[in-house]
C-alpha cells in the first residue's frame, strides 16, 4: 500500500515513512512541536484562531465546515470548561487516512490538539478512537505518555502557564459514533444516538459544556498552519479549498494507498490512471465512489476526459463530494445494483434505530434488494427504492439517513441498466451466490 | 399459591436479592481506576469498563460483570444494559476464544471477502454468526474495519490482518488451533 503525496511536498504525511517515526524523538527532529511553541511564545487565542480561518481549512470528517469558523463559535466569556474531542471514529466505509497518521504520527496530533486546546481554552480534551482501532488507542496512549514526560503536557506545558491534558477514549462498534453529537453522547456513557441542534456542540457539547469536535486529518493540519501562516498554508490548495487532502484509495487499482494531493488537484482521471497506476487487471474503470459510502456514485463517463478538479467544489460541479475522502474505485466487474445492495446493508446494519424514517426505510430498503436479487423483483422496483429513499432523505434525525439515501439515488440514476436487469430476471448479474464478484 | 403484587409488595422476594457481583484482582481495579481518573463524570467510563469486564469474564457481560459495572459507575442495572445493547464490540453472550470478524463492506467485498469467509466455514465448520461446539472459534462479518488499502481483511480480537488469501487463512487457524496466535483479546 502506496502511503505520501503527490502533486505538492508531503505535508501531513512528512514523518509517515521515516524510521520510527511515532517516536518523540524523531518528530521533533523533524520540526514537531515547533507550532506549539510559536504559538505559547507570543501568540494569543485569538491570533491562533485568526491563522486558522486564513487558512481555509475545512473539515476533513465529511461534512467540510470551514475549521476556523467552527472555532470562533465557542464563547470566550463562558464559565464552564471547553473541551476540544477530536473524532478519530473513522467509520465510513472506504476511509482509513486518520489511522496511517495515527499509527505513524500521533505526536502531529497531539500537537494539533495542544494548539486547539490552546485557542479554544480547553485544558482536558478527549480523542474518541473507534473501538476496533485499540492498537491506535495504545500507540496513543505511549505517545502522550512520552509528552508527559518530556513536559509538552498535561501542567505547565513547556514551562508556561498553559495547562492541558489529553485522554484516549473507546468507542465500541458503531458507525453513528462519528457523527458528533452521538459522539458526546457515547463519551457521556450513554447510548450513541445523536443529538438535537441546536444547540451546536461549541455552545453545549460535552457534559452541556462548549466543545469543538474536530476530525483527525483537521487537527493534524494545524501545526503546519501555525507554522507556515494560515495564507501560505491556503495557497497550497484553491481560495476555498485551502491546503492539501488526504485520499483513502481502495478498490480496483493497482496501487491503492493514502494519497495528500493539493486541494484542487487536477485531475481525477490522472490520478486514477498514473497516480494509483491504473485498474487492475487490465479491466476497465466502471465508476468510483470519491468521498466514502456516502456520497453520489460517479461513472466513468463522468470523470474520463473531463478534467474532475479533486477538491470540494470541483467534486461538487462533478455531481459527488469530498466527503471523508474514501475513494472506492469499481471495475467494470462491479455490478453496481450489488454493490448498492452491500452499501444499504452497511446503512441498515448501522442506523441507530432513533428516529423512524431512517430505522424502518432502511430495513425496508434492504428487504426490496434481497427480494429483486431473489429473483421476486417487480416492474416498478426501481420507483419503489427511489420512493423509500425519498421518505427517509431529509426526514430524518440526522445526517445518516441522507447518507443511506444519496447511494440508492445516484446508482439507479446513473447505473438504470444495472438495476433493469436484475428487477426483469431477478438473476444477480454473475449468477453467484455472493452476488459480486471474488477477485 | 399464585403471589399477590400490590404497591407495599410489588416484586417477588428473590428480585429483591442483589445479584452476586464480579470481583477483580488489584491490577484489574488498578486498570479500571485509571480509565475512572480521566473523566469527571464516572459513568464516561463505561465502555473502557466494558471491554475490561467483558476480557475478564470470559468474553462477555455476565450477570455478575454488569452488577460490578453498575455499583462501580453508580448506575442502575438497566442503564449497563441499555449501553451494552447498543455497541456491537460488547457482547452480552459468550464469544468463542478466537472471534475471527471478516469485513464485509464494499472494499473488502470486492476484493475477495465472499471468498475468506467461505473458507473460515469451510475449515470451522461455522457459518457467520455461529461458535463452534468447543467455543475455540466464533464467526462474524463485521463492517468496515479502515483496512480498504488492504483488502480483504479480517480481525480476530484486536489484531488485523490484511491482505487476506485463503492460504493465509489456513495458516491462521492451524495457529489458532496449536494455540500459537494470540486470541487478540486485551
Ligand atoms: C453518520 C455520520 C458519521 C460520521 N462519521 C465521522 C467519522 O467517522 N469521523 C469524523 O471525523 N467525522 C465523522 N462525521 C462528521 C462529524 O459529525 C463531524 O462533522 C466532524 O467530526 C467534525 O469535524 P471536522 O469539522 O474536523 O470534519 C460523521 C457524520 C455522520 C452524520
Ligand atoms: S437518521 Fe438513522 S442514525 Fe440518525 S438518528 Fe435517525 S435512526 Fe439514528
Ligand atoms: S471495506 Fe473492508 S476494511 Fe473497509
Known amino acids: 500500500m502506496f502511503i505520501g503525496a503527490i502533486g505538492c511536498e508531503p505535508l501531513q504525511l512528512r514523518r509517515v515513512s521515516l524510521e520510527r517515526s511515532r517516536t518523540l524523538d524523531v518528530y521533533r527532529r523533524n520540526g514537531g512541536y515547533e507550532a506549539l511553541r510559536k504559538v505559547l511564545d507570543g501568540m494569543s487565542p485569538d491570533d491562533v484562531i485568526g491563522e486558522v480561518k486564513k487558512s481555509a481549512l475545512r473539515g476533513r470528517g465529511g461534512a467540510g465546515f470551514p475549521t476556523g469558523m467552527k472555532w470562533s463559535f465557542v464563547p470566550k466569556d463562558s464559565p464552564k470548561a471547553r473541551y476540544v474531542v477530536c473524532n478519530a471514529d473513522e467509520s465510513e466505509p472506504g476511509t482509513f487516512k486518520d489511522r496511517y497518521l495515527m499509527e505513524r504520527d500521533p505526536h502531529l496530533l497531539i500537537e494539533g490538539m495542544l494548539i486547539a486546546g490552546y485557542a479554544l481554552g480547553a485544558r482536558v480534551n478527549y480523542i474518541y478512537t473507534r473501538g476496533e482501532y485499540r492498537y491506535l488507542i495504545e500507540i496513543m496512549d505511549e505517545a502522550l505518555e512520552e509528552a508527559r514526560t518530556a513536559g509538552l503536557l498535561g501542567d505547565r506545558v513547556l514551562g508556561t502557564d498553559f495547562n492541558c491534558e489529553i485522554y484516549t477514549h473507546t468507542g465500541a462498534g458503531a458507525y453513528i459514533c462519528g457523527e458528533e453529537t452521538a459522539l458526546l453522547n457515547s463519551l457521556e456513557g450513554l447510548r450513541g444516538h445523536p443529538r438535537m441542534k441546536p444547540p451546536f456542540p461549541a455552545v453545549a457539547g460535552l457534559y452541556g459544556c462548549p466543545t469543538v469536535v474536530n476530525n483527525v486529518e483537521t487537527l493534524t493540519a494545524v501545526p503546519d498552519i501555525i507554522k507556515m501562516g494560515g495564507d501560505a498554508y491556503k495557497a497550497l490548495g484553491t481560495e476555498k479549498s485551502g491546503g492539501t487532502k488526504l485520499w483513502s484509495v481502495s478498490g480496483h487499482v493497482a496501487r491503492p494507498g493514502v494519497y495528500e494531493l493539493p486541494m484542487g488537484y487536477d485531475d481525477m482521471e490522472k490520478f486514477i490512471m498514473e497516480d494509483c497506476q491504473g485498474i487492475t487487471n487490465g479491466r476497465q474503470l466502471k465508476a468510483v465512489i470519491p468521498g466514502g459510502s456516502s456520497v453520489y456514485i460517479m461513472p466513468a463517463e463522468d470523470i474520463i476526459g473531463r478534467d474532475v478538479r479533486m477538491d470540494y ?127 | 399459591m399464585s403471589q399477590q403484587f400490590t404497591p407495599n409488595n410489588p416484586l417477588p422476594q428473590e428480585a429483591k436479592v442483589p ?36 476480557r475478564e469474564r470470559g468474553g462477555y457481560l455476565d450477570p455478575p460483570g454488569v452488577a460490578y459495572l453498575a455499583d462501580r459507575l453508580g448506575v442502575r442495572i438497566t442503564d449497563i444494559w441499555e449501553v451494552a445493547t447498543f455497541y456491537s464490540m460488547i457482547n452480552t453472550e459468550p464469544v468463542g476464544r478466537y472471534h475471527f470478524q471478516i469485513c464485509r463492506t464494499l472494499s473488502c467485498k470486492i476484493l475477495g471477502a465472499g471468498k475468506i469467509t467461505e473458507q473460515c466455514t469451510k475449515r470451522l465448520g461455522i457459518k457467520p454468526g455461529e461458535t463452534n461446539d468447543d467455543g475455540t472459534f466464533s464467526l462474524s462479518e463485521v463492517e468496515c474495519l479502515g483496512s480498504c488499502g488492504t483488502a480483504p481483511m479480517m480481525q480476530i480480537g484486536f489484531d488485523y490482518y490484511e491482505n487476506l488469501t485463503t492460504e493465509k487463512v489456513d495458516e491462521l487457524i492451524e495457529k489458532c488451533k496449536s494455540g500459537e496466535l494470540s486470541n487478540g483479546v486485551r
Not at chain 1, 431512517?358 to 417487480?378: A, N, P, Y
Not at chain 1, 420507483?383 to 423509500?388: N, R
Request: hydrophobic residues 40%; proline residues 7%; glycine residues 10%.
Open chain 2, 19 to 54: 445479584p452476586k457481583m464480579a470481583v477483580f484482582p488489584p491490577e484489574v481495579e488498578a486498570e479500571i481506576e485509571r480509565h475512572l481518573a480521566k473523566y469527571p463524570v464516572k459513568r464516561s467510563a463505561i465502555l473502557p469498563l466494558m471491554f475490561i469486564v467483558q
Open chain 1, 313 to 439: 467544489e470541483g467534486l461538487v460541479a462533478a455531481g459527488s463530494m469530498v466527503g471523508s475522502g474514501g475513494f472506492i474505485v469499481l471495475d467494470d466487474t462491479v455490478d453496481v445494483f450489488e454493490s448498492t445492495k452491500n452499501l444499504t446493508e452497511f446503512y441498515k446494519h448501522e442506523s441507530c434505530g432513533w428516529c423512524t424514517p431512517c430505522r424502518e426505510g432502511t430495513d425496508w430498503l434492504v428487504k426490496v434488494f434481497k427480494r429483486i436479487e431473489s429473483g421476486g423483483g417487480r416492474p416498478d422496483d426501481a420507483q419503489l427504492l427511489l420512493d423509500i429513499v425519498d421518505n427517509i432523505e431529509g426526514k430524518s434525525f440526522c445526517p445518516l439517513g441522507d447518507a443511506a439515501a444519496w447511494p440508492i439515488q445516484s446508482a439507479i440514476k446513473k447505473f438504470p441498466e444495472d438495476f433493469r436487469r436484475h428487477i426483469s430476471n431477478g438473476a444477480s448479474g454473475d449468477g453467484g451466490k455472493e452476488g459480486l464478484p471474488t477477485a
